[in-house]
């Protein structure tokens, strides 16, 4: 009769063990159930799982809608990560961003006159230049040609009759002038237009800029002084003075010596020869 009692309650023991696994397991899946829920209704399962797949965190806009327990969960801060927009892609300077004035004089002028032709450039492309090149095509019936003043003095070339300039380490709106005067043959006809081409070339800057400037020649201005350039003032051919002539004097005749003197002789002061 123990024996029984005894094999009865090992036996009522084991279905209560079972029983309380059975319903503590039912518990945990209620817990688990209603947290899955809790996230349906919040949104952040989808989020959560995309953001498991990817590796990456979630955005900071969607932080809040997280339950605490899984922001607790997650020790790494949320960060918001932004792209910057593009840098606009600047063009590349050239020749024409140079800013350049030509001056030149006298216009119109008489042949035979000097002539002036003068260049200045400055570098408004923004950047340093290591060198800027300027040629000058000087124009035909023209003569000794000479630099008047440029930033560096220019090269003549006798062979191509051009006059050449040669800049080196320009800085951002550092200034030159290219400056080339010659003299006029006198027999240049009116009407004639001479003609400079100044041509401005350098390694870093593409193509080339060439800027011409021209001088008429007319016989009316002969007669006046040439109309002075920006800087300096051209200097005329000289006109020859005429010599004033000398109007002799008179030669006395014997007969008014001798009216003049006979007075001093009748007197006995004067002895006459």
Avoid at 59 to 66: D, H, R, T, V
Wanted: charge should be neutral.
């Amino acid at each position: 009769m123990s024996w029984n009692k005894e094999k009865d309650g090992r036996h009522s023991g084991k279905v209560l063990g079972k029983t309380f696994r059975w319903r503590a397991a039912l518990g945990l899946a209620y817990l688990a159930a209603m947290v899955v829920l809790i996230w349906l209704d919040k949104g952040c399962l989808p989020l959560a799982v995309a953001a498991w797949e990817s590796g990456s965190t979630l955005p900071a806009a969607n932080a809040e809608a997280l339950p605490l327990q899984a922001q607790k969960s997650n020790p790494r801060p949320l960060q918001e990560e932004t792209v910057p927009p593009p840098s606009p892609t600047l063009p590349a300077p050239s020749l024409a961003d140079l800013t350049w004035r030509l001056n030149t004089g006298p216009n119109p002028f008489c042949p035979g006159w000097r002539l002036h032709y003068q260049l200045t450039v400055t570098n408004t492309t923004g950047i340093a230049l290591d060198d800027l090149f300027i040629s000058a095509d000087l124009p035909g019936q023209t003569y000794n040609p000479v630099d008047g003043g440029s930033t560096k003095p220019g090269i003549l070339n006798p062979l191509e009759y051009t006059m050449n300039w040669s800049f080196t380490q320009i800085a951002p709106n550092d200034v030159m002038v290219a400056y080339v005067i010659m003299n006029s043959y006198s027999s240049v006809a009116p009407g004639t237009e001479l003609s400079t081409t100044f041509t401005i070339t350098s390694t870093e800057l593409a193509g080339e800029l060439e800027i011409a400037g021209g001088l008429v020649a007319d016989r009316r201005v002969c007669d006046k002084t040439p109309t002075p350039t920006a800087t300096t003032k051209p200097s005329e051919t000289p006109t020859a003075t005429p010599t004033s002539s000398t109007t002799p004097s008179p030669t006395a005749t014997p007969t008014s010596r001798v009216r003049r003197f006979w007075p001093l002789v009748a007197k006995g002061w004067v002895v006459p020869e």
